[in-house]
Structure formats: structure tokens, C-alpha cells
């Protein structure tokens, strides 16, 4: 039987498949079309990403660059002279600054100084963060409201009387002394990042680990610990960058005789120059070691910074 036995003169019936295909060739269309502009808009985002990010790491090429010319390469031009003549580029000024014990000094007492300043924030910051999240005792609430006051109070306040504390006590121009100021500064945003941390923990999973016979040092050690990794990495790479780059702090607490990188390299400084082929070279070789540290480490920063998004 064929389609028009079925209406009146003879009509033939319509075919819902042809009715449909100009609606299906639109939709199809509109998804080509919308996946187009996507496409489109996700590319120049990228690109401009990318030119961002090449506007934002160029003083550093700069400086890189500038560290490996001679003194008199940099007078007579840029940085961008290389890029007419690479052979110019040369690494004496890194030879000279490693053969400088001033400078060679200056980064062990660097690491001296923020090694441990990072490690007793963590130390200290995890173990106040766990008691103020899971643990009761009279006054937690008020107590921990003083930790986050402190976050407000400026370092700078904090020069003159703790430098009479330390020359009484015996601590100024020492170590020990800038060690203390660093941990001390640093542990209220610890305990204030640490403790919202651990209290987004479940409960049920602490209460299952307390029925299993788990004290609260074990309970802190297997459990919280592991779970609080990405925040306690994420804080002590915060921490170790802002120890490692301070120089108000090691100015005014740190031994005049080994000084940290950044004081070091601001006595370098000639009275009448501005003493690139020092300067340039050292502020490079101590922007590498953060580097190195955040990029060892960018897993957990960037696990610690999505965990504290999302919760």
C-alpha cells in the first residue's frame, strides 16, 4: 500500500522524518556553532594567559639576563642587547659571587634561619590547630579569637620591645633570636589556617579511630596528620618564603657578622655605583632556592588551595 491510499484525493502523507530533519539540521548547527565559540573563546584565553604570563616572568628573564654580562656590557646597553649578540653572555659574576664568602655565608645562615622558623610553625601550628578544632578546655573559644587578633598586629610594632627582650635575654644579633621573631609572627595564621582545617574533618571518622583504642597522639599522628597534608604544605611553603625573602626582620635581630642573603647583598651595594655584576646575579641566586622549594611542592599547594576552596 502505498502513502496516498490512506487520504482523500490522493494526498500522499507527510513524512515526520523530513519534517524533522531541518530541525535537526539547526540544532546541529547551533552545536557546531556553539562548540565554534567555545573554541574560539577558549583559545584567546589562553593567549592571553600566556602573553600574561611572559609580561609577568619578564623582569625575571630580565634579571637572568643581566646577571650573565660583564659590568661593562651592562653599561653600554640593556638586557636586550643578547638578543643581537648571545655571545656576550657569560657566567663570571656567578664565579665571582660563589668565590665571595660573605655571600656563600649569607645563604647558610639563610637556611639556618628559615629551616627551623619553617619547622616550628608547622610543629607548633598543627598541634594548636588540632586542639583548638577537637579537643574541650574552658576558654578555647575566647582563646582562639586572641590567635586571630593577632593576625592584625603589624611586625613593625613589635621592633623596639622585642628588641629590648632579646638584648636582655641575651638573644639579639643572634640566630636564635631571628628564628623566634619568625616563629612567633607566623604561628597565628598557622593556628587559623590548621584549625579550619582539621575541623572540616568528619567526626564520625575521629570517633571510629577512638573506638579502635587510637589516644589522641595517635589519633593526631594517623589520622589528622595524613588528612591535613595539603594545608600543612601549602603553610610551609608560605612560611618558608616569607622567611626566606624578609629582610626587615634579619636587619634589625640577625648577627651583623653572618647576615642572611638579603642583608647581604644590600651591604654590597658601592657607595658610588649600583654594583649590577653583584646584585643581580645574588638577588637571582636567592630567588632560586624558592623556586626550587614551591615547584618540589606544587602538587600539595595546589591540593591544599582546592581543598580550602571547595570546603
Same mark, same amino acid.
Given at each position: 500500500?502505498?502513502?496516498?491510499?490512506?487520504?482523500?484525493?490522493?494526498?500522499?502523507?507527510?513524512?515526520?522524518?523530513?519534517?524533522? @530533519?531541518?530541525?535537526?539540521?539547526?540544532?546541529?548547527?547551533?552545536?557546531?556553532?556553539?562548540?565554534?565559540?567555545?573554541?574560539? @573563546?577558549?583559545? +584567546?584565553?589562553?593567549?592571553?594567559?600566556?602573553?600574561?604570563?611572559?609580561?609577568?616572568?619578564?623582569?625575571?628573564?630580565?634579571? !637572568?639576563?643581566?646577571?650573565?654580562?660583564? &659590568?661593562?656590557?651592562?653599561?653600554?646597553?640593556?638586557?636586550?642587547?643578547?638578543?643581537?649578540?648571545?655571545?656576550?653572555?657569560?657566567? /663570571?659574576?656567578?664565579?665571582?659571587?660563589?668565590?665571595?664568602?660573605?655571600?656563600?655565608?649569607?645563604?647558610?645562615?639563610?637556611?639556618?634561619?628559615?629551616? &627551623?622558623?619553617?619547622? !616550628?610553625?608547622?610543629?607548633?601550628?598543627? !598541634?594548636?590547630?588540632?586542639?583548638?578544632?577537637? %579537643?574541650?578546655?574552658?576558654?578555647?573559644?575566647?582563646?582562639?579569637?586572641?590567635?586571630?587578633?593577632?593576625?592584625?598586629?603589624?611586625?613593625?610594632?613589635?621592633?623596639?620591645?622585642?628588641?629590648? %627582650?632579646?638584648?636582655?635575654?641575651?638573644?639579639?644579633?643572634?640566630?636564635?633570636?631571628?628564628?623566634?621573631?619568625?616563629?612567633?609572627?607566623?604561628?597565628?595564621?598557622?593556628?587559623?589556617?590548621?584549625?579550619?582545617?582539621?575541623?572540616?574533618?568528619?567526626?564520625?571518622?575521629?570517633?571510629? +579511630?577512638?573506638? /579502635?583504642?587510637?589516644?589522641?597522639?595517635?589519633?593526631?599522628?594517623?589520622?589528622?596528620?595524613?588528612?591535613?597534608?595539603?594545608?600543612?604544605?601549602?603553610?610551609?611553603?608560605?612560611?618558608? #618564603?616569607?622567611?626566606?625573602?624578609?629582610?626587615?626582620?634579619? %636587619?634589625?635581630?640577625?648577627?651583623?657578622?653572618?647576615?642572611?642573603?638579603?642583608?647581604? #647583598?644590600?651591604?654590597?651595594?658601592?657607595?658610588?655605583?649600583?654594583?649590577? /655584576?653583584?646584585?643581580?646575579?645574588?638577588?637571582?641566586?636567592?630567588?632560586?632556592?624558592?623556586?626550587?622549594?614551591?615547584?618540589?611542592?606544587?602538587?600539595?599547594?595546589?591540593?591544599?588551595?582546592?581543598?580550602?576552596?571547595?570546603?
Amino acid at each position: 500500500m502505498s502513502r496516498s491510499d490512506g487520504l482523500p484525493g490522493g494526498l500522499a502523507a507527510p513524512d515526520p522524518s523530513a519534517a524533522g @530533519a531541518p530541525a535537526r539540521r539547526a540544532g546541529r548547527a547551533t552545536t557546531w556553532a556553539g562548540r565554534a565559540a567555545g573554541g574560539l @573563546a577558549g583559545g +584567546a584565553v589562553r593567549v592571553f594567559l600566556v602573553v600574561a604570563a611572559l609580561f609577568w616572568l619578564l623582569p625575571t628573564l630580565g634579571l !637572568l639576563v643581566s646577571s650573565l654580562l660583564s &659590568p661593562r656590557d651592562l653599561n653600554d646597553g640593556g638586557w636586550w642587547q643578547v638578543l643581537s649578540a648571545p655571545s656576550r653572555l657569560t657566567a /663570571d659574576n656567578y664565579e665571582r659571587l660563589l668565590a665571595n664568602d660573605t655571600i656563600t655565608s649569607s645563604l647558610l645562615s639563610t637556611f639556618a634561619i628559615a629551616v &627551623p622558623a619553617t619547622l !616550628l610553625v608547622l610543629v607548633l601550628g598543627s !598541634l594548636a590547630g588540632y586542639a583548638f578544632a577537637w %579537643l574541650e578546655f574552658p576558654g578555647r573559644d575566647w582563646l582562639f579569637l586572641v590567635v586571630v587578633g593577632l593576625l592584625v598586629v603589624p611586625v613593625q610594632v613589635a621592633l623596639i620591645p622585642v628588641s629590648q %627582650l632579646f638584648g636582655t635575654i641575651g638573644l639579639f644579633e643572634t640566630t636564635a633570636g631571628v628564628v623566634l621573631f619568625h616563629t612567633a609572627f607566623g604561628l597565628p595564621f598557622a593556628v587559623f589556617l590548621l584549625r579550619n582545617f582539621f575541623a572540616e574533618i568528619p567526626r564520625e571518622l575521629l570517633e571510629a +579511630a577512638r573506638l /579502635d583504642g587510637a589516644g589522641e597522639v595517635r589519633l593526631f599522628t594517623r589520622v589528622v596528620l595524613p588528612l591535613g597534608g595539603p594545608a600543612i604544605a601549602s603553610l610551609g611553603i608560605f612560611q618558608f #618564603l616569607w622567611v626566606w625573602n624578609d629582610m626587615l626582620v634579619a %636587619l634589625v635581630f640577625a648577627d651583623s657578622a653572618h647576615p642572611p642573603i638579603t642583608v647581604a #647583598l644590600q651591604q654590597q651595594v658601592r657607595q658610588f655605583g649600583n654594583n649590577i /655584576d653583584v646584585l643581580a646575579p645574588g638577588a637571582f641566586l636567592s630567588m632560586v632556592v624558592p623556586l626550587v622549594v614551591f615547584f618540589a611542592f606544587q602538587r600539595q599547594f595546589v591540593t591544599g588551595v582546592m581543598a580550602g576552596a571547595v570546603k
